[in-house]
């Protein structure tokens, strides 16, 4: 081109720009390593966590992102998107939505209310109705709030919430092997998990786990381990088969686990009380005490 023009660098891609669809987001989780320690910094919006194995490197690293941005420094983390964290004597983290879940009862009225040993009984049976009345109770909100409860510190409440949430609307539920669909399901979740748990281990010298998966159905991993097309599985979608391929090539290893003690029964059906109280001790949940 002839004569003197202005020319833009782009610092980050564009709305647009073909470079823009990967580059929608940004990470949020660095991890850095100086002479056998490392320091992991944890973005979300605009909150950041810093933590690592040298209160030295920590240090250096606030002061070394303070010269680049505004941030205003804390000191020791005791809360988080609404999560309580509370350190232990033996080094553990305790993670605690006590103020979270009080706030719950009292703005849906029920701050009064009676504790009961199981999150749902095991009479109770929901219909949905047909008919079109009218009920001015704020019920997706109050679904929606213990959902994020559910998610972040109260496992054992899944089943509950879950159980509720479908008269939120009258869904068509699909006929299909759940428990294949649900294990191909937790494989792609428990890579992602597994893969940065050994990244950070990995920035520490550490080796990481295997990656094993738990299953009561005997059924389900026989059908992973063989090629054969079973002729009652020809409607799963073939991309749940992706389980046979993590098996063969060792990504995945399935063991058997049976009922009686499968902890993940306290997410997926409604539980007496004393079993209840087993499986969430055995998940280490307990009442707070702070």
């Given at each position: 081109m002839d004569g003197d023009f202005d020319c833009l660098e782009l610092v980050k891609a564009i709305y647009g720009l073909k470079q823009a669809s990967p580059s929608a987001f940004d990470p949020c989780l660095y991890i850095k390593v100086v002479d056998g320690?490392?320091?992991?910094?944890?973005?979300?919006?605009?909150?950041?966590?810093?933590?690592?194995?040298?209160?030295?490197?920590?240090?250096?690293?606030?002061?070394?992102?303070?010269?680049?941005f505004e941030m205003t420094d804390s000191g020791k983390c005791t809360f988080v998107l609404g999560i309580e964290l509370v350190d232990?004597?033996?080094?553990?983290?305790t993670m605690c939505q006590r103020r979270y879940a009080s706030d719950i009862l009292k703005r849906f009225g029920m701050?009064?209310?009676k504790a009961t040993a199981s999150p749902v009984d095991l009479s109770t049976r929901l219909v949905a109705s047909t008919e079109a009345a009218k009920i001015d109770v704020p019920f997706r909100e109050a679904v929606g709030a213990l959902i994020h409860l559910t998610t972040a510190?109260?496992?054992?409440?899944?089943?509950?919430?879950?159980?509720?949430?479908?008269?939120?609307?009258?869904?068509?539920?699909?006929?299909?092997?759940?428990?294949?669909i649900a294990l191909s399901l937790a494989i792609q979740e428990g890579k992602w998990v597994h893969r940065l748990l050994c990244e950070i281990l990995a920035a520490a010298n550490e080796p990481g786990p295997d990656?094993?998966?738990?299953?009561?159905n005997q059924s389900c991993i026989k059908m992973t381990k063989s090629p054969v097309n079973h002729g009652r599985a020809k409607h799963i979608d073939i991309k749940y088969h992706h389980i046979r391929d993590e098996v063969k090539r060792g990504?995945?290893?399935?063991?058997?686990?049976?009922?009686?003690?499968?902890?993940?029964?306290?997410?997926?059906?409604?539980?007496?009380?004393?079993?209840?109280?087993?499986?969430?001790?055995?998940?280490?949940?307990?009442?707070?005490?702070?």
């Open positions: 320690h490392c320091v992991l910094v944890l973005v979300y919006v605009d909150d950041v966590l810093v933590t690592g194995s040298s209160l030295e490197l920590i240090a250096q690293t606030k002061a070394d992102i303070k010269t680049r232990e004597s033996d080094g553990s983290v701050d009064e209310c510190t109260r496992p054992d409440i899944a089943y509950a919430v879950g159980y509720v949430s479908r008269f939120m609307e009258n869904p068509q539920q699909e006929h299909w092997t759940a428990e294949y990656l094993v998966i738990r299953e009561d990504e995945v290893q399935l063991e058997y686990c049976e009922t009686s003690v499968m902890m993940a029964d306290i997410m997926t059906k409604g539980l007496s009380g004393p079993r209840h109280k087993d499986l969430t001790t055995a998940l280490g949940i307990r009442a707070s005490s702070h």
